[in-house]
């Protein structure tokens, strides 16, 4: 797919007249910084969230364990806790895989509307 973005980008560059074909030339992959740089921020902030929750919740985990003098009330405590975090990596993975599709139909949209771009102006 990007091997016939950069075939079509290197036909249009032999083509330039002027500033104007050159920008329009270039704004596909402008359009693919962008999508891309939010993206990657998108994913930073979703683990960066992630990460925060699970040092906040084992914290309270640690405190709530030493205070327990029961073993299996301590058992039960972990499990719960076990239970609730794997649930909120499972959702994380989630949210960051439903970012990456979306990205990619982003991404896939940008390369068929500027091949057809390209094509109608070739022609």
Do not use: C, G, W
């Amino acid at each position: 797919m990007f091997t016939q973005l950069t075939e079509q980008f290197t036909t249009a560059m032999k083509s330039f007249n002027n500033e104007d074909q050159f920008s329009a030339a270039m704004k596909p992959f402008n359009s693919l910084v962008e999508i891309n740089t939010k993206t990657v921020e998108q994913l930073i902030n979703q683990q960066a969230a992630l990460i925060t929750t699970i040092m906040n919740d084992s914290v309270a985990q640690t405190k709530t364990l030493s205070a327990q003098t029961d073993l299996a009330t301590a058992i039960e405590s972990q499990k719960v806790f076990t239970e609730e975090l794997q649930a909120k990596v499972s959702a994380s993975a989630k949210e960051a895989y439903d970012v990456v599709t979306r990205t990619s139909e982003e991404v896939s949209n940008l390369v068929k509307d500027s091949m057809a771009e390209v094509t109608t102006i070739a022609k």
